[in-house]
C-alpha cells in the first residue's frame, strides 16, 4: 500500500508546499466525497477530514505519497450554506490553485451518481478546458445508487458530454464505501506518476 503523511493545509497557492512532486487534486461540489476518497484511495481513514455535513474541507490539503507524489484534498464549489463572501473566496483560492499550480498533473473532478447532470459541474468542466487544465471524472457513492446503475448513469452522463466535447476524459465509477473503481484510479495515477520519473517539473 501507499506510505502516506500529511504536509500542511494552505489558505493560499502561496503557502502550498514546494511543486516538487507531480501532483494530483480531487475537486467537485461540497459533500460529494472528495475527503472520503482519498482516504479510501490512500488506505488510511481519517487522513483527509470527512463530514456528512457539507463545507468540511476550507483549505488546500496536501498529502505527500511515497516520497514521490502528492495528492490533494480540496475545498468544495456551490455550497449555498455559507455567505457569498465566504464562497466567492473559496472559488479564487481554488482558482488561484489550479491555473498556477506547475506541478498540477491531472485534476479528478467528482460527481455524484445519484444526480441528473448539474449545471454547475458542467460549466465548471468547459472552464478547465477553456484553460486547459487536463481532467479525470469520477462518479462517486456508486454504493447508494447500486453499482450496475451507477454506471448506466456514468454513461448517461458522457452521452450529455458528447454535445459540448469532441473526446471524454478517463471516468471512474467508485464507491468508498465499498472500494468499487478505486484500483482502476490508483492504476490511472500510478501511470501517470510513472510518466513523470525523472522529469523535471
Ligand atoms: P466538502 O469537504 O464539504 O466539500 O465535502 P467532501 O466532498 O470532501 O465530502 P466528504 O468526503 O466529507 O463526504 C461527504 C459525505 O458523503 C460523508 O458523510 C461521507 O461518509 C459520504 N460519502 C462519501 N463517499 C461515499 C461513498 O462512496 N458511499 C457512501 N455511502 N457515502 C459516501
Ligand atoms: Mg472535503
Not at 22 to 51: H, Y
Not at 63 to 85: C, E, H, R, T
Request: contains cysteine; positive net charge; aromatic residues 10%.
Amino acid at each position: 500500500m501507499f506510505q502516506v503523511s500529511f504536509v500542511k493545509s494552505a489558505s493560499k497557492l502561496a503557502e502550498c508546499p514546494e511543486p516538487a512532486y507531480p501532483e494530483f487534486a480531487l475537486i467537485g461540489r461540497s459533500n460529494v466525497g472528495k475527503s472520503t476518497l482519498i482516504n479510501a484511495f490512500l488506505g488510511q481513514k481519517g487522513l483527509a477530514k470527512t463530514s456528512s455535513r457539507p463545507g468540511k474541507t476550507l483549505l488546500i490539503n496536501h498529502f505527500i505519497v511515497n516520497q514521490k507524489w502528492f495528492m490533494v484534498d480540496l475545498p468544495g464549489y456551490g455550497f449555498a450554506k455559507v455567505s457569498k463572501v465566504q464562497q466567492q473566496k473559496l472559488k479564487s483560492m481554488n482558482m488561484e490553485y489550479l491555473l498556477n499550480r506547475p506541478n498540477l498533473v491531472c485534476l479528478g473532478v467528482l460527481i455524484d451518481s445519484r444526480l441528473e447532470p448539474q449545471q454547475i459541474d458542467l460549466d465548471f468542466l468547459v472552464w478547465l478546458g477553456q484553460n486547459e487544465i487536463p481532467f479525470f471524472l469520477v462518479f462517486t457513492k456508486a454504493d447508494k445508487l447500486g453499482y450496475t446503475k451507477a454506471q448506466s448513469a456514468a454513461a448517461a452522463y458522457k452521452k450529455v458530454l458528447l454535445k459540448q466535447w469532441s473526446t471524454l476524459p478517463p471516468v471512474f465509477v467508485t464507491s468508498a464505501e465499498r472500494g468499487q473503481g478505486i484500483d482502476e484510479m490508483r492504476q490511472y495515477i500510478a501511470q501517470l506518476v510513472d510518466s513523470y520519473e525523472g522529469q523535471s517539473l
